[in-house]
């Protein structure tokens, strides 16, 4: 079975999840995951963002530590790790969040 | 004369931001300008970093919209934007420098 590993909370680094976060698709993506919750790949962004775009992204946000996947079966759920990132660095995805103005970034 | 153009307020955008200080020698640097205050090139860094990589990294952050550029003579004197940071994404530059723990970066 395909595993999804991620960081552990102490080795998350700022420079890396700003690194996840510069890229606009990302940051939309993020943006989303944070008001709907868990996602499977073919439910971000519409489906209208080609699934290995979306897996390429998907990749370099979960190894920053802002992400985590739940496999189930063939599919992945995404979710933020919001607590983790709250005890990590308190206040941070919030502020970061207030000021995305992203909404929708077809690539 | 050479110029340092820096981008108007309304056009400083979040993800470029994030990106600037996504690579921790930026990050040294932006969070040693927040204490300091204006610092000239060769003072950057304990003048421990080659002045051509600073330079490139100055580039980044200028353009960015994080820093401005001030020079007198040969020198180029540079600073955090901090009261436009502060008006255009308020709280996001004192929770990212909040959680900064780069102090020292030699590449």
């Known amino acids: 079975m395909r595993t999804y590993p991620t960081p552990p909370l102490d080795e998350v680094e700022l420079h890396r999840i700003l690194f996840a976060l510069s890229d606009p698709?990302?940051?939309a993506m993020v943006t989303e995951l944070n008001v709907t919750g868990e996602?499977?790949?073919g439910e971000q962004l519409a489906g209208e963002v080609p699934k290995s775009t979306l897996s390429?992204?998907?990749k370099i946000l979960r190894e920053s530590g802002l992400t985590a996947c739940r496999p189930e079966g063939t599919r992945c759920y995404i979710s933020l790790r919001k607590d983790d990132?709250?005890?990590r660095f308190p206040g941070l995805l919030d502020t970061l969040l207030s000021h995305s103005t992203v909404?929708?970034?077809t690539h």
């Open 25 to 27: 698709t990302r940051l």
């Open 39 to 41: 996602l499977s790949v």
């Open 56 to 58: 390429h992204h998907n």
């Open 85 to 87: 990132l709250e005890r």
């Open 103 to 105: 909404r929708h970034v």
